[in-house]
């Protein structure tokens, strides 16, 4: 059963920076696209960052490009999204997810596995 698990969310003042990580298992890592996505309070979940297999793919929501970046390790099994100069608007709970194929996709539908999220905080 393949998993994902993601870790370093925290609480955060605006202008600072958080890494979060992304376990995965149970599954060739390596031939799936990857990618984060992001709910607020009482909004929906949004596209955040993709990756495509082999990482020579990258697309990120423009809200996020050029403070957030997204990369991936295929020999251990992570993934990664760097965030800096974080804003109180990047507030929400983080969701690592594996795509069905192989390239870098911002739709939410062909995602077929999630973790459980990492929650976020960027106070003002």
């Known amino acids: 059963q393949a998993q994902l698990v993601e870790s370093g969310g925290g609480v955060v003042q605006a202008g600072g920076s958080l890494r979060l990580s992304c376990a995965a298992s149970?599954?060739?890592?390596?031939?799936?696209?990857m990618g984060w996505f992001r709910q607020g309070p009482g909004k929906e979940r949004e596209f955040v960052a993709t990756?495509?297999?082999?990482?020579?793919?990258?697309y990120y929501a423009d809200s996020v490009r050029g403070r957030f970046t997204i990369s991936r390790d295929n020999a251990k099994n992570m993934m990664y999204l760097q965030m800096n100069s974080l804003k109180p608007d990047d507030t929400a709970v983080y969701y690592c997810?594996?795509?069905?194929?192989?390239?870098?996709?911002?739709?939410?539908?062909?995602?077929?596995?999630w973790g459980q999220g990492t929650q976020v905080t960027v106070s003002a």
């Open positions: 997810a594996a795509a069905r194929g192989l390239l870098a996709t911002m739709t939410h539908a062909e995602y077929d596995k």
């Open positions: 149970g599954r060739t890592f390596g031939s799936h696209a």
């Open positions: 990756i495509s297999w082999s990482g020579g793919s990258i």
